[in-house]
């Protein structure tokens, strides 16, 4: 007891000279490192409308949530794959057969993938649709453009690494594709295979992409997206009744941090039970001389396959593709009077005018395939005809008198409609030969 009483002085002691020192107990100095680190990713206060479930749809948060999950279980599968032809394949079924919990971890990482390319879609189009690309937002916006384009190329490498016919013959089909880019399509083609054909210099350049230089590339992009986004300050949602801007704050502890961490749970439940049952495709071994009857590149990629089976030649349709590119990344340009930021689709007006566009677009869409199939102008007829009704829809809403930026948002959701409409064909109503089939023949 003689012993034990200086003891118990000396840690009164420490302790008391220790909290002297930091101002704070050890719980307490982390829970204001936690704070800090919170606060570094978001502003002290948000606008009380901003948290408001029907305005973010929590999309951007979900795209951060889903790229440390995608770094993680790669890392993971770095650990049992092969990068080499003779064993990329092999290693991929001893992972999943013989490796614990192998089959989960590259579920998880195949569609927590596939749902980011899904989520970033979505949440460029939550941007779009409240003008939330505006000034002073307009280079965050272009950002954004890139991110999407990183997640397309991290899917797009990945697809391959396991040697299987589905990713030996969509990259197949893409980089044909890409030898159609006027001036400079051949020497990328040639770069990004390592020569003439999909081969061993081709898998090691897109693993080498896939877990090094785009990882990389995100992560950056990512950061600087984020700290745009504090500041030029986060979009204010509008009432569209009276377009008064709401201006009552809620501090981001613990109002906004309690929705994204039980949102967050729900989505790795969800996500986690989705790749407990669903596995991953896997075709069989890469075989370079039995291509598959239909040959079809990856799902996110089956709209440009489609649109360019309509077209002649398809250095046309490429040119297309590059310009609606510039066009989205010069989009917070386009001269605008209105100030819409944070408004959904900008007036009622423009809401019935992009739902009309739905319909406007799949007709268009349908009507370019049906004169591909009746047509002997090798996609010359089918082009003019689609350029012609788009050209004569913009027209219609000019002589109604529709303002600039409705006519943005309308012509925007004509051609995402039109797109969309041939990815579903392209997928699901296309058989041996690219013809075309009911979905269950």
Known sequence: ???????????????????????ETDRERMRLVTSDLILHLHPQTVPAAALRWTYTFGLGGLAILLLPIMIVTGILLMFSYTPSTDAAYTSILNLEQYIWFGQLIRNLHHWSANLLLVVTVLHLLRVLYTGAFHKPREFNWQIGLMLLGLVVAANFTGYLLPWDQLGYWAVTVVTSLIDSIPLIGP???????GGDQVNENTLHNFYVLHIMLIPLGLLLATSFHIWRVRKDGISIPRNL??????????????????????FG?????????????VDAPLGASANPNQPPNPTK???????????????????????????????????????DTSDSTGIWFRSRR???ICAVSVPVGVGIALTSILLTEISTSSGVMPLVAALLLV????????????????????LFTLILTIFVTFTVIGIGFRGEGMTLRGPWA
């Open 1 to 23: 007891m003689a012993q034990s009483q200086p003891n118990f002085v000396h840690r009164v002691r420490r302790s008391i000279r220790r909290q002297t020192f930091w101002g």
């Open 187 to 193: 020497d990328l083609r040639v770069w990004l295979l």
């Open 241 to 262: 009744n009276d377009d008064q801007i709401f201006t009552e704050k809620r501090t981001t502890i613990p109002h906004l941090i309690s929705r994204e961490f039980i």
């Open 265 to 277: 749970l729900l989505m790795v439940a969800l996500l986690l039970a989705w790749a407990t049952w």
């Open 297 to 335: 590149t990856a799902w996110y990629f089956m709209g440009l396959q489609e649109f360019l089976l309509h077209v002649y030649p398809s250095v046309a349709g490429i040119a297309i593709l590059g310009l609606l590119i510039i066009a989205l990344l010069l989009l917070p340009y386009w001269y």
């Open 350 to 352: 423009a809401r019935w």
């Open 391 to 410: 050209g004569g829809y913009w027209w219609l809403l000019r002589h109604r008198g529709t303002e600039a930026g409705e006519i943005r948002l309308a």
